[in-house]
């Protein structure tokens, strides 16, 4: 599967943003899909994960502001963004697991960055 993430960009702190991220090349409903992110020096850190049966999870420090979805019909896993932080600014990628193989499939990343 190949992986396309779209929607980054430059926001000020509190505003929103949607990360998109469009996968092609396989059976879009036969993987788990995540969001990583990596800010400058740090190691990359999973922000939110969905399931094929679209269960989700979230690490702390975004819970109640972003909300991670998938659309099957369109290939799509989205990230929506909501009262951004300067800490939130890192580069994001989009991550599918096969849930069979669980083989692993990352996508470019998209860079967001958060003015205060």
């Known amino acids: 599967v190949q992986l396309q993430a779209s929607g980054g960009g430059l926001v000020q702190a509190g505003g929103s943003l949607r990360l998109s991220c469009a996968a092609s090349g396989s059976i879009f409903s036969f993987y788990h899909m995540g969001w990583y992110r990596q800010a400058p020096g740090k190691e990359r850190e999973l922000v939110a994960a969905?399931?094929?049966?679209?269960?989700?999870d979230y690490t702390d420090s975004v819970k109640g502001r972003f909300t991670i979805s998938r659309d099957n019909a369109k290939n799509t896993v989205y990230l929506q963004m909501n009262s951004l932080k300067p800490e939130d600014t890192a580069v994001y990628y989009c991550?599918?697991?096969?849930?069979?193989?669980?083989?692993?499939?990352w996508g470019k990343g998209t860079q967001v960055t958060v003015s205060s």
């Open positions: 969905i399931t094929t049966g679209s269960t989700t």
């Open positions: 991550k599918a697991t096969h849930i069979r193989t669980r083989t692993n499939y």
